[in-house]
């Protein structure tokens, strides 16, 4: 059993349509490194210099990983990542 | 996902918008709009955190909770609503950058008429790599 990683839809034209992928265990930033060797681009969008960008969220299974580890916070087999791109704006 | 050209929305599903954009007068607001094609069957009314009259940045978590939703349901987020308390109802510059939802409908609610006490504008975009371009929005009973 792998990580089992949602798709938001703006970055499912990168994983071929695909709204979940397989993702690899260990840390958050791991996982994305190794995302982005599958799918090349989708890193960039969520990740800058190591960093989870500031309008992309993360959760694992319910939890955001801002109230966890960030960045290091460590996925096992059987674990759910959600990646949820943010709604905001203003004038 | 194929996107939608324009949206329909039952009357009362409008209406609380509408009431969400002006409860939260004179900051800005936001919610989804969810359903399936291009018919609103669902309306989520979320929290701005910034709490501001010039800006909005959706609750995640309330953002979340709603995606949950809209999968168990099989909806698809069709729509992003936000308020614009003081300026008409198209995107700005801040609205265009931050649009990364490409296949949603962003719907702009400007209450900068009275404060919102006349009945507001409210037109719907679709936002794609920096190209806006106005799409209708029917309303119906």
Redesign the interface.
């Known amino acids: 059993m792998a990580v089992k990683v949602r798709i938001p839809?703006?970055l499912?034209r990168l994983t071929q349509g695909k709204e979940d992928v397989e993702g690899a265990p260990g840390t958050i930033i791991n996982l994305v490194t190794e995302l982005d060797k599958s799918f090349p681009g989708i890193g960039e969008r969520i990740s800058e210099g190591g960093k989870i960008r500031r309008?992309v969220?993360i959760?694992i299974n319910e939890e955001?990983i801002r109230f966890l580890q960030a960045e290091a916070t460590v996925v096992k087999d059987g674990d759910e990542v959600?990646i949820?791109?943010?709604?905001?704006?203003?004038? | 996902m194929a996107v939608v050209n324009y949206l329909t929305i039952p009357k009362h599903i409008f209406d609380e918008m509408l009431l969400h954009c002006k409860e939260a007068y004179p900051n800005e607001t936001c919610g989804i709009l969810a359903g399936k094609g291009d018919e609103v069957s669902k309306i989520y009314t979320m929290t701005n955190t910034e709490n501001s009259p010039v800006s909005y940045f959706m609750d995640s978590k309330e953002q979340f909770k709603a995606i949950k939703n809209m999968r168990e349901n099989n909806h698809t987020m069709l729509a992003i609503f936000h308020s614009h308390p003081s300026s008409p109802a198209y995107p700005s510059a801040k609205d265009v950058s931050l649009a990364f939802y490409e296949d949603c409908i962003y719907v702009i609610v400007s209450l900068s008429a009275s404060g919102g006490k006349e009945q507001p504008e409210v037109n719907g975009f679709l936002i794609r790599e920096g190209n806006v371009r106005s799409v209708s929005l029917f309303i119906h009973d």
């Open positions: 839809t703006p499912q309008f969220n959760y955001d959600s949820v791109p943010a709604i905001a704006g203003g004038r």
